[in-house]
Every structure is written in C-alpha cells, then in structure tokens.
C-alpha cells in the first residue's frame, strides 16, 4: 500500500520560506514522477509544480515560477517543496501526488496521479 505523508507546513508571514518534504512508501518511488498541488478554501485542487522520476526534468504553475522550487532524494524516498518569497495568495493545503505511470511525464492534472498524501497547512499572513 503507497503512503505519502507531507510535513513542514505552518504559518509564515509574507516574503518568508517553508521546506515541505513528502515521505514516500510502498512502491518503487525512483520510478515515478511527483508532484505537489494545493487547494485553498472555496477553489479548486491547482497544480503547483512537478519532477520527473530521475529528477531531471521539473515544471511549474506560472503563480510559483521563479518562487518555488521541487526536489527529489530517491534515497531518501522524499520529495521536497522549496517556497521562497511566499505571498498571502500562497496560503492552501499542499498535497503531495505519485503519478499513476512509471517513467511517464509532468503531470499537471490531478487524474494523472495515483497516490495522494494527507495535505500540509501553508498559511502566508500579510
């Protein structure tokens, strides 16, 4: 059974950072692209940025680009979730997402993922 579990969220002021991380187990993590989305009260799961399964390809919602920045330890089984510059407009549950095809693309559409973790509480203050 995949498990993915988020940590790092919390409540910042505007222009602050947050590391997220997603702990992945139960199937063979270097294998598949991740990614993260958020869903902020009232709105709609919005993708936020993806990695390919080595790595070396990453993609961005053009709201985070320059911003944010997602990385992998396939040792480590984790993804990770860079927020730099952080804006009220940020503040969302971050979920992170296992694409449902080994060695398939960046995803940006829920459908194209798998497994899902619980989310993580990112709220920006003004």
């Known amino acids: 059974q995949v498990q993915l579990v988020e940590s790092g969220g919390g409540l910042v002021q505007a222009g602050g950072s947050l590391r997220l991380s997603c702990a992945v187990s139960?199937?063979?993590?270097?294998?598949?692209?991740m990614g993260w989305f958020r869903q902020a009260p009232g709105k709609e799961r919005e993708f936020v940025a993806a990695i390919s399964w080595n790595g070396g390809n990453t993609y961005y919602a053009d709201s985070v680009k320059g911003r944010f920045t997602i990385s992998r330890d396939n040792a480590k089984n984790t993804v990770y979730l860079q927020m730099n510059s952080l804006k009220p407009e940020d503040t969302a549950v971050y979920y992170c997402?296992?694409?449902?095809?080994?060695?398939?693309?960046?995803?940006?559409?829920?459908?194209?993922?798998?497994?899902w973790g619980q989310g993580t509480q990112v709220t920006v203050s003004s």
């Open positions: 139960g199937r063979t993590f270097s294998s598949y692209g």
């Open positions: 997402a296992g694409e449902t095809r080994p060695f398939g693309g960046l995803g940006v559409r829920p459908y194209e993922y798998l497994s």
